[in-house]
């Protein structure tokens, strides 16, 4: 460094998302910005809430479940549940984004989709691969130690939860050039198809018991959902009054099929229950999305003024550039504690989840989980803004992104569904599991993952 020159200090976290929200055009709707923070934020919240860990009187560790324990705490699912919010504004953006691409080939621009569908894919499973390696790492660590498999499965299960999410939002997303002409040709009638369709895949399910098609509902009621996010962009929900009616009939639909109707209250799995909301979805769940969709379109006029403070747009700019990485560490964070409680002789384990002394003591867990969260986005959180390259700039043929996709999607998915970690085999590790995504990536034209990885560590 020559004499006299002086070196600027980083700016910190709060300043640089200060200058952002400084940046953002006048135009931008910064409610959609806060609906994907606080989602995020109540799945966190939930996910720290319902995960109830405890030693019981043998002294072994059992994964207990608060909705299964507590069954009036199912209710609070229904505010828990937002993921369908997520997809409304993914709908939203998508379609912001999604319509200046087109603009875009209109100029005669070429690769509109692939550069499009690229960078979303790279937004979305950049923030992946990290964690995904370190569990496998983990995995094959804890079995060579010798620890018990099912602990091991137990935990990276728990850990890696996140997931599924990326691979069904990943193939919505995929499909927003034919579901944003949809919704340009038909309008509204785009979005009953659909749930007429989830509606069909129902009735054919616990009426008739056909074994897997409601896994149709994985596509049929989030891309439901995400249509009514091209809804709210075209300006389809006109006043507040419709979107109150909107909010109100689906609310009544929602409790038909609940209170009164063959589906569970609680729209996320519970432990040994016959049937879920979630998993696949049902049309309660896409039920709760409508309803959701009309409160949370109802609130934007308050919403959007609200966000006229500085200090609460600079929080939800400076959440949204942290928005993956505390999604998909948050269960990590909570890992670690739950390992770390239980290694110093099970100290805060022993309560009974429920009872009065388990509430009193969340905001103690909480304050742990947090404080073990912090670092993880201090490392992992500059992966959402570093894009793998493109090879060579070249425009990937269809079907290697088809191929690609699936590769990525299918991985992410079994990695939810049937764990990383192996009961059998010397690694304890679903090898192919793992490289699916990686390979995904080398389809879709990513630049080789190992030298990035390099890069960023150095």
């Not at 429920?354 to 500059?382: D, E, H, K, Q």
């Amino acid at each position: 460094m020559a004499q006299g020159d002086v070196k600027k200090p980083k700016a910190g976290m709060w300043a640089k998302a200060s200058e952002m929200a400084a940046m953002a055009p006048p135009e931008r709707n910064r409610w959609v910005d806060f609906l994907r923070a606080l989602s995020i934020l109540a799945v966190v919240i939930g996910h720290w809430l319902v995960a109830a860990p405890y030693i019981d009187s043998d002294g072994a560790v059992q994964g207990g479940h608060l909705l299964g324990i507590l069954p009036w705490s199912q209710w609070l699912t229904w505010g828990f549940q937002v993921m369908p919010i997520f997809f409304l504004v993914g709908g939203y953006s998508n379609g912001v984004s999604w319509s200046a691409q087109l603009r875009k080939a209109e100029t005669g621009q070429t690769g509109v989709y692939r550069d499009w569908f690229a960078s979303r894919v790279q937004r979305l499973i950049t923030p992946v691969f990290p964690v995904l390696l370190l569990w496998a790492v983990l995995a094959f660590a804890m079995t060579l130690a010798g620890m018990d498999r099912g602990n091991v499965r137990m935990a990276t299960e728990l850990a890696l939860i996140p997931v599924w999410f990326l691979a069904v939002y990943l193939l919505v997303t995929a499909l927003t050039p034919l579901t944003y002409k949809a919704w340009q040709k038909i309008g509204f009638r785009s979005c009953f198809l659909l749930v007429s369709a989830a509606i069909l895949i129902d009735v054919l399910t616990l009426q008739y018991q056909i074994p897997y098609i409601n896994f149709l509902n994985f596509l049929f009621v989030w891309v439901g959902i995400h249509q009514l996010g091209y809804a709210w962009l075209s300006g389809a929900f006109r006043t507040t009054a419709h979107r109150l009616f909107w909010f109100a009939a689906s609310s009544i639909v929602l409790v038909f099929l609940t209170v009164l109707g063959p589906y569970p209250i609680a729209m996320i799995g519970v432990p040994g229950a016959q049937m879920t909301n979630s998993m696949p979805p049902t049309i309660a769940l896409l039920a709760l999305g409508m309803t959701q969709t009309g409160l949370v379109l109802a609130l934007e006029p308050l919403g959007r003024k609200m966000l006229d403070n500085a200090a609460l747009w600079t929080a939800t700019v400076l959440m949204n550039g942290m928005i993956m990485t505390v999604y998909l560490w948050h269960l990590t964070a909570f890992v670690l504690v739950m390992v770390l409680a239980w290694v110093m002789g099970g100290i805060g384990l022993d309560l009974f989840p429920g009872t009065a002394a388990w509430w009193w003591s969340r905001p103690v867990w909480f304050a742990l989980y947090i404080a073990a969260l912090l670092p993880m986005i201090a490392i992992f959180a500059r992966h959402e803004r570093v894009f793998l390259p493109i090879r060579g700039g070249r425009t990937v043929p269809k079907l290697r992104v088809v191929f690609g996709v699936l590769a990525i999607c299918i991985g992410l998915a079994m990695t939810a569904a049937i764990s990383i970690a192996s009961p059998q085999g010397l690694t304890g590790v679903r090898i192919w599991v793992v490289a699916l995504p990686f390979i995904g990536a080398g389809l879709l034209g990513f630049g080789p993952v190992y030298k990035w990885f390099a890069k960023e560590a150095g």
